[in-house]
């Protein structure tokens, strides 16, 4: 079993639509989460970090369940640039990040 | 922008030679790694360091090794390239707050 499991996807919406995504992770030492996307052939930039009582940016809601292990990012109100592949990493420990595989978006006109 | 440069950013070689890949920051970090990325596999980890001459190995590290003899430079060697070490291959630094890494713009390695 991988370390961080995320949904496989690919995921194809209509402009407009709401998607969300999950994460679990099985190390329950793991300390920090966050959620990146990656654009087609380029690098991963964060997109942002998930927090216990859960945060918000803009269209963006991350949510952190430690008792169950799970991190899930909502995208409201998708749109045509909200398409990338969007990774789930989990800090273990100081210096040390293990990615999920990533899961696929295109959000269709 | 957390002043990340790679180079080459595209190299093709053949099998058996051998292939050092740069890593260079320009803001002090004392944290840097070296990923590769491959379709089905996501990012996996290679080797990080945690200061000058100080490194550790990750989950894929075996043909490859790393050296950092100042803070702004981690440098990747595959001692002899074979066709399975094709992949794209990401530097990233850990930001001194909150533990995000930022990542390199990639460099693209074929081994033929």
């Known amino acids: 079993r991988k370390e961080v499991e995320q949904d496989p996807g690919p995921f194809n919406v209509p402009e407009g639509a709401t998607v969300a995504f999950n994460c679990t992770y099985s190390n329950s030492a793991s300390q920090s989460f966050f959620w990146y996307r990656q654009d087609c052939r380029k690098e991963p930039k964060l997109l942002m970090s998930v927090y216990s009582s859960g945060n918000e940016d803009g269209r963006f809601t991350a949510q952190l369940n430690r008792a169950s292990q799970y991190i899930s990012l909502l995208i409201r109100d998708s749109k045509l640039s909200d398409s990338a592949t969007y990774l789930c990493?989990?800090?273990?420990?100081?210096?040390?990040?293990?990615f999920g595989d990533g899961t696929t978006l295109t959000v269709k006109p | 922008d957390a002043g990340i440069t790679q180079s080459p950013r595209h190299k093709v070689t053949e099998t058996g030679t051998p292939v050092t890949l740069r890593c260079h920051q320009t803001e002090n970090h004392r944290y840097m790694y070296w990923y590769r990325q491959d379709p089905g596999h996501g990012l996996r980890l290679i080797h990080y360091?945690?200061?000058?001459?100080?490194?550790d190995k990750g989950e894929v590290s075996d043909g490859y090794s790393v050296s950092r003899s100042k803070t702004e430079d981690f440098l990747l060697t595959l001692e002899s390239a074979t066709s399975s070490q094709t992949s794209v291959y990401f530097c990233a630094i850990i930001a001194e707050m909150g533990n995000e890494q930022f990542f390199g713009p990639g460099t693209r390695l074929t081994v033929l």
């Open positions: 360091s945690y200061g000058v001459k100080d490194t």
């Open positions: 990493v989990v800090n273990t420990n100081a210096g040390k990040s293990t």
